[in-house]
Nanobody, 116 residues
Framework: QVQLVESGGGLVQPGGSLTLSCAAS????????MGWYRQAPGLQRELVTS?????NTNYADSVKGRFTIFRINNTASLQMNSLKPEDTAVYYC????????????WGQGTQVTVAS
């Protein structure tokens, strides 16, 4: 089992920047994908961005050009620039692994609030 610990959430001004980090408890050598989801009040959880073990990434259209995901060893980070009020949400780190079956692990969630 993998534990994911998130950090970096908080309050930021519109147009500002914030970096989230997600640290996994161990290195996985099987295929895996790490990503960030978010959920705002009244909306369903959505995939923001992901990165696989080969370094391939994808981004939701709403964050392209503003958010960047990168991965170093067991940690996946999300650099968020030009933040907008509509980015306000609880952000969840996710790791999907394939060993004997598919496993999904989730971070505890961290609040990001973009407001003046």
């Amino acid at each position: 089992q993998v534990q994911l610990v998130e950090s970096g959430g908080g309050l930021v001004q519109p147009g500002g920047s914030l970096t989230l980090s997600c640290a996994a408890s161990r290195t996985i050598f099987s295929p895996n994908v790490m990503g960030w989801y978010r959920q705002a009040p009244g909306l369903q959880r959505e995939l923001v961005t992901s990165i696989n073990s080969d370094g391939n990434t994808n981004y939701a259209d709403s964050v392209k050009g503003r958010f960047t995901i990168f991965r170093i060893n067991n940690t996946a980070s999300l650099q968020m620039n030009s933040l907008k009020p509509e980015d306000t949400a609880v952000y969840y780190c996710n790791r999907r692994e394939w060993t004997d079956r598919t496993y999904d692990y989730w971070g505890q969630g961290t609040q990001v609030t973009v407001a003046s």
